[in-house]
């Protein structure tokens, strides 16, 4: 038995209505710990105040230069000493879980276990960071806490200027719109890094995101330093049987408003069967005995439209691989940027392949060390530096897929044009 | 003394198969297509005609140990031991026998679970950690969430949006949270207020100087002693200062606000991926149930249900019917504070005559 609660008539207020709720989650770990007791008494103190009081600090294992996300309260009486004394410390450690976060319940019973014996009970699953909050600890148990869950097969996540944990989605596990092996990708790259991620060298945060398919379930683009975007350069597969199904069950209307108007990219044609065009480049898919779903992949972007639409009818193609965007990151400090395509696309199919991931990637951190000012995300860099110096940097070749539209202004120094033809030309040869 | 013998960490990564449902390792790459046949269960089929389901259900994320064995309690009894975890916190159980779905179903309603959050549903909030764990909250994202998806409960477990709906709080400018078709996120009002007595100790003061994204502060001397002064004209008020110097407190229990953002879309299907853009704020940080955004929130998301079409996300939606629509049809208020100002914002204005009436 813990000791008396405090009143909490703010938080009592958040176990009312349908949705499951953390506060009656923390009342019963209160029940137990004397530390819960207190931390609920420290929230209610910012309900009330409208204010938080978690100052930051120094907490680590031995080995590691991060992953911990010390916390020291700041809620003190007249003497300095902490009101809450029991929730004077609620250091979070982070750990990187499993791609696509499936777990067994052994796992996640063995988590509840370590966390019950040495920290508070609580555990977010997951942090926006992708890792596994485990949430509340005091300085003296950190260290005991992470030996057994390091034992457990589990490795920590990352904080501060490093690599930080990655996230893959669901992907090839689960999902028929995936585009590479997401997992293999995820662990062999976080894999290179766990340097990086465990001893924070770099000039900022860096982080990795894969996404089997233009979906982007993992939000990469937005929010990854380097996005990893399944996609295919072959045509899209169509399933003749599934489209007749899919077309009985949704008629015209929903096929010309849903499917055909919102291509972006005007790609798709109702046709007579018989006059689809035969060009490499075409698919079909048939609606009935007569009428077929054209599509002309030369025009496709692969955003994932009608794949979504008629699942099942229409899918991936067979030559799949990744597109590679750069630069993703939210406000600080110079407003949100999106990623940009640095490479339009790279084969994941083989081991090699996944092996020349794992060496742009490096060659991308590499650059981003040397290069980025302090506190100066792979984004904000690029936009200071210009694309093609980034390009350059890392040894990657300009395309036509880079840009929304060539430069509107001509503000540039345009003396080596002949150079760069030569050198295109000569790799155009090569090639052929 | 002798030191403590310590244990060495042992980095890695671990095998990248080793928890996956043994339907799943047995499809790996190898599924075919998958339908939904109700709200919070998806049905994938693989080449191979294995079959399986998998059954979504929401939680509050920041789960006590009890919750956590509870949740493995089913998937013990139901699911063959194995579950996963969606990005927006959402837990999965796959099951490989249809006759299972509606018994698992009914356990985790009986347990306060809601099914639902797949498909065309408002799905759970991407939040972040607020007042519970974070050093620089400006409110608390668990709490504006649970009262957030108390008020959204039927619409996470129904499927009745033009499209998919993700949302996102975040605690301070920094946009934790991440980018959402309707996002709520703090926005402060006043510059910060400096404790000239604790700078020289706690903060280094250059790396503050460069943190600014306005060059609003620069180094002075306060009362005989080094410390920072922000030119209060400059100043945006976005508190990015304040992680690398606590004495600069940005959080105002009164003059902080949240504020609303809609449209943001990380998909490529249809139109590339958006940024979510403001088109609310001022609205008081009232816990613990803070209805005035709650109430926002709705409004927004009902005007969206009754008239987007079929596929359209938000961003989607406001690309067809126009800002000015937007604004009437929810009735907010355009203020000259949306009309951005930040580099690169005149191609946020509209250089065309393209007007709606």
């Known amino acids: 038995m813990a000791k008396q609660p405090h009143a909490t008539p703010m938080l009592d207020q958040l176990e009312t209505g349908p949705w499951p709720s953390f506060v009656t989650g923390l009342k019963r770990l209160a029940k137990d710990k004397d530390y819960v007791v207190d931390l609920l008494g420290h929230l209610e103190h910012s309900y009330k105040t409208r204010k938080?009081?978690?100052?930051?600090?120094?907490?680590?294992?031995?080995?590691?230069?991060?992953?911990?996300?010390?916390?020291?309260?700041?809620?003190?009486?007249?003497?300095?000493?902490?009101?809450?004394?029991?929730?004077?410390?609620?250091?979070?450690?982070?750990?990187?879980?499993?791609?696509?976060?499936?777990?067994?319940?052994?796992?996640?019973?063995?988590?509840?276990?370590?966390?019950?014996?040495?920290?508070?009970?609580?555990?977010?699953?997951?942090?926006?960071?992708?890792?596994?909050?485990?949430?509340?600890?005091?300085?003296?148990?950190?260290?005991?806490?992470?030996?057994?869950?390091?034992?457990?097969?589990?490795?920590?996540?990352?904080?501060?200027?490093?690599?930080?944990?990655?996230?893959?989605?669901?992907?090839?596990?689960?999902?028929?719109?995936?585009?590479?092996?997401?997992?293999?990708?995820?662990?062999?790259?976080?894999?290179?890094?766990?340097?990086?991620?465990?001893?924070?060298?770099?000039?900022y945060k860096f982080k990795f995101k894969f996404s089997g398919c233009g979906n982007d379930c993992m939000n990469a683009i937005q929010r990854a330093d380097m996005a990893v975007i399944g996609t295919w350069r072959d045509n899209i597969k169509t399933d003749d049987a599934l489209g007749k199904k899919w077309f009985a069950k949704h008629g015209m209307n929903e096929l010309v408003n849903d499917v055909i108007g919102m291509?972006?990219?005007?790609?798709?044609?109702?046709?007579?069967?018989?006059?689809?065009?035969k060009d490499a480049h075409i698919s079909a898919v048939a609606l009935n005995d007569t009428q077929s779903l054209e599509i002309d992949n030369k025009d496709c972007v692969r955003c994932m439209h009608c794949l979504n639409v008629m699942t099942g009818a229409l899918n991936v193609g067979n030559d799949k691989g990744a597109t590679i965007l750069v630069g993703g990151h939210s406000h600080l400090k110079i407003g949100a940027t999106m990623g940009t395509v640095v490479v339009p696309f790279i084969s994941l199919k083989k081991d090699e392949d996944y092996e020349q991931l794992v060496e742009l990637a490096q060659t991308m951190i590499d650059f981003f060390a040397e290069n980025?000012?302090?506190?100066?995300?792979?984004?904000?860099?690029?936009?200071?530096?210009?694309?093609?110096?980034?390009?350059?940097?890392?040894?990657?070749?300009?395309?036509?897929?880079?840009?929304?539209?060539?430069?509107?202004?001509?503000?540039?120094?345009?003396?080596?044009?002949?150079?760069?033809?030569?050198?295109?030309?000569?790799?155009k040869k090569a090639a052929a | 003394m002798a030191q403590p013998q310590m244990r060495k960490p042992v980095e890695y990564f671990l095998d990248n198969k080793k928890y996956l449902h043994p339907k799943f390792a047995a499809n790996?790459?190898?599924?075919?297509?998958?339908?939904?046949?109700?709200?919070?269960?998806?049905?994938?089929?693989?080449?191979?005609?294995?079959?399986?389901?998998?059954?979504?259900?929401?939680?509050?994320?920041?789960?006590?140990?009890?919750?956590?064995?509870?949740?493995?309690?089913?998937?013990?009894?139901?699911?063959?031991?194995?579950?996963?975890?969606?990005?927006?916190?959402?837990?999965?159980?796959?099951?490989?026998?249809?006759?299972?779905?509606?018994?698992?179903?009914?356990?985790?309603?009986?347990?306060?679970?809601?099914?639902?959050?797949?498909?065309?549903?408002?799905?759970?909030?991407?939040?972040?950690?607020?007042?519970?764990?974070?050093?620089?909250?400006?409110?608390?994202?668990?709490?504006?969430?649970?009262?957030?998806?108390?008020?959204?409960?039927?619409?996470?477990?129904?499927?009745?949006?033009?499209?998919?709906?993700?949302?996102?709080?975040?605690?301070?400018?920094?946009?934790?949270?991440?980018?959402?078709?309707?996002?709520?996120?703090?926005?402060?009002?006043?510059?910060?207020?400096?404790?000239?007595?604790?700078?020289?100790?706690?903060?280094?003061?250059?790396?503050?100087?460069?943190?600014?994204?306005?060059?609003?502060i620069r180094p002075a001397l306060v009362n005989g002693k080094p410390s920072l002064e922000v030119d209060e004209k400059k100043c945006i008020c976005c508190g990015a200062c304040y992680p690398p110097c606590p004495p600069m407190q940005i959080n105002d229990p009164e003059h902080s606000k949240l504020a609303i953002w809609v449209g943001g879309k990380n998909s490529n299907a249809r139109s590339k991926p958006t940024f979510h853009k403001m088109v609310a704020s001022g609205l008081p940080n009232n816990a613990p149930r803070w209805p005035e955004v709650n109430e926002v929130v709705k409004r927004i998301l009902m005007a969206y249900k009754a008239d987007a079409r079929p596929w359209e996300r938000m961003a989607d939606w406001i690309d067809r019917i126009g800002w000015p629509r937007f604004f009437e049809k929810t009735d907010l208020p355009f203020t000259k504070y949306m009309i951005d100002d930040w580099r690169g914002s005149r191609y946020n204005l509209n250089a065309s005559a393209h007007v709606r009436f």
């Not at chain 1, 090839?172 to 790259?189: F, G, L, P, V």
């Open chain 1, 52 to 203: 938080g009081y978690w100052k930051g600090g120094t907490v680590g294992v031995f080995g590691y230069g991060g992953g911990v996300i010390p916390r020291f309260t700041e809620i003190k009486d007249e003497k300095g000493e902490p009101t809450f004394k029991d929730a004077a410390e609620f250091h979070t450690i982070r750990i990187m879980p499993p791609p696509g976060m499936h777990y067994d319940t052994d796992t996640l019973r063995k988590f509840c276990d370590i966390w019950e014996k040495h920290g508070s009970g609580l555990i977010a699953l997951h942090g926006q960071s992708g890792d596994i909050m485990l949430q509340g600890c005091t300085t003296e148990n950190v260290q005991k806490a992470w030996d057994e869950i390091n034992e457990m097969g589990f490795d920590m996540g990352g904080a501060g200027p490093a690599v930080r944990t990655a996230m893959s989605c669901v992907g090839a596990a689960r999902c028929e719109q995936s585009c590479y092996d997401e997992a293999q990708a995820h662990q062999k790259i976080v894999n290179q890094f766990l340097d990086d991620i465990h001893r924070p060298a770099l000039p």
């Open chain 1, 263 to 277: 291509c972006p990219t005007r790609a798709l044609q109702i046709k007579d069967t018989k006059d689809v065009r």
């Open chain 2, 28 to 216: 790996y790459g190898n599924w075919k297509t998958h339908d939904r046949p109700r709200p919070g269960v998806l049905h994938h089929v693989s080449n191979t005609g294995d079959q399986v389901w998998s059954v979504r259900a929401g939680t509050q994320r920041q789960m006590d140990v009890h919750t956590i064995r509870l949740l493995c309690d089913i998937a013990d009894k139901f699911a063959e031991g194995r579950v996963r975890f969606t990005i927006r916190s959402n837990i999965e159980y796959i099951l490989s026998e249809e006759s299972k779905v509606a018994p698992l179903i009914a356990e985790l309603e009986k347990n306060g679970f809601p099914v639902g959050g797949t498909g065309n549903s408002v799905s759970m909030v991407a939040h972040t950690q607020g007042w519970l764990h974070c050093d620089i909250p400006g409110t608390d994202a668990s709490g504006v969430v649970k009262s957030m998806m108390d008020a959204l409960y039927d619409e996470f477990k129904n499927e009745e949006m033009p499209n998919r709906v993700r949302l996102s709080t975040s605690c301070c400018e920094i946009n934790c949270g991440g980018q959402a078709d309707i996002a709520v996120i703090i926005q402060h009002t006043k510059p910060p207020k400096i404790n000239h007595d604790l700078v020289a100790n706690v903060c280094e003061r250059p790396a503050v100087v460069a943190r600014c994204p306005v060059a609003a």
């Open chain 1, 372 to 427: 980025a000012l302090e506190h100066e995300r792979t984004g904000e860099m690029i936009e200071r530096i210009g694309l093609v110096n980034f390009l350059e940097g890392v040894g990657l070749d300009v395309d036509a897929n880079m840009v929304t539209n060539p430069r509107m202004n001509p503000y540039v120094r345009t003396d080596g044009w002949d150079e760069e033809v030569a050198k295109i030309n000569a790799k």
